[in-house]
């Protein structure tokens, strides 16, 4: 922990930290449905109940499992696997990318470890508050520890209680996870740039949806949406 230069020790930082893990509790709704869903899927596709808690606790990033265990359960190459949840989960390096300026002052081990266990969610959690002037990296850190606690929690229960378990799905609670996140992003479009930007990304990804195979339309889409964002800035800044 000391390495990540966020001690509970430090005055402040525990109560940040708190603070964070505790703005993210509402949205265990959406994950925990997710990790038991994946857990389940993972079982089905041969995985022993040891990797399949691995996998979550070693790689934490729901699209990506997903991905792997469908893959997996076809069979598929484990190069063609690993090459394609990269890709699935490249959208991290914009997300980890568009927090860097608030995290300039952290080490560079307090970097690297946000980053490692940085969500969609957790994302959204924080950056509404570095743009309201109340974020800071212990909250970043107790917002991603918090949806890691609840993503272990859940595929665990998956594991051991899969099979008397009802499908979330079958209920649309998997639903849950991505409204939510939407519903967390909305209120952050605040300027006109950003809003275009989104609505470019969310038409870009429907159309590769309907019409392109596997997931390369979601990369497509946010690195489109992201060259439009900063024609639109520098042509503001002009």
């Known amino acids: 922990m000391a390495e990540l230069q966020i001690s509970t020790h430090a005055p402040g930082r525990a109560a940040q930290v708190r603070a964070g893990f505790v703005a993210m509790m509402p949205l265990w709704l959406g994950a925990a449905p997710f990790g038991v869903i994946y857990a389940v899927s993972a079982l089905a596709a041969g995985l022993s109940p040891a990797q399949t808690v691995a996998m979550s606790l070693l790689v934490f990033a729901g699209a990506s499992q997903f991905t792997a265990v469908g893959m997996f ?45 940085l969500t969609d969610e957790s994302y959204a959690i924080g950056v509404r508050e570095f743009l309201g002037g109340r974020g800071s990296a212990a909250y970043q850190f107790g917002a991603n520890i918090s949806m890691y606690f609840v993503w272990q929690c859940s595929t665990l229960a998956g594991v051991l209680l899969g099979r008397v378990l009802p499908d979330p799905a079958a209920y649309g609670l998997d639903l849950v996870f991505p409204l939510t996140f939407i519903g967390l992003l909305v209120p952050l479009l605040r300027k006109r740039d950003s809003q275009v930007v989104a609505g470019v990304a969310a038409a870009l990804t429907l159309l590769g949806a309907l019409w392109l195979p596997g997931s390369w339309y979601i990369l497509l889409a946010g690195v489109v949406a992201s060259a439009v964002g900063a024609l639109l800035r520098r042509r503001g800044e002009a």
């Open 73 to 117: 359960a076809a069979a598929a190459a484990p190069v063609t696997i690993v090459v394609t949840t990269l890709i699935v989960n490249a959208r991290h390096l914009l997300l980890a990318a568009s927090l860097s300026p608030y995290l300039r002052r952290s080490g560079l081990w307090a970097r690297l470890g946000l980053a490692a266990q």
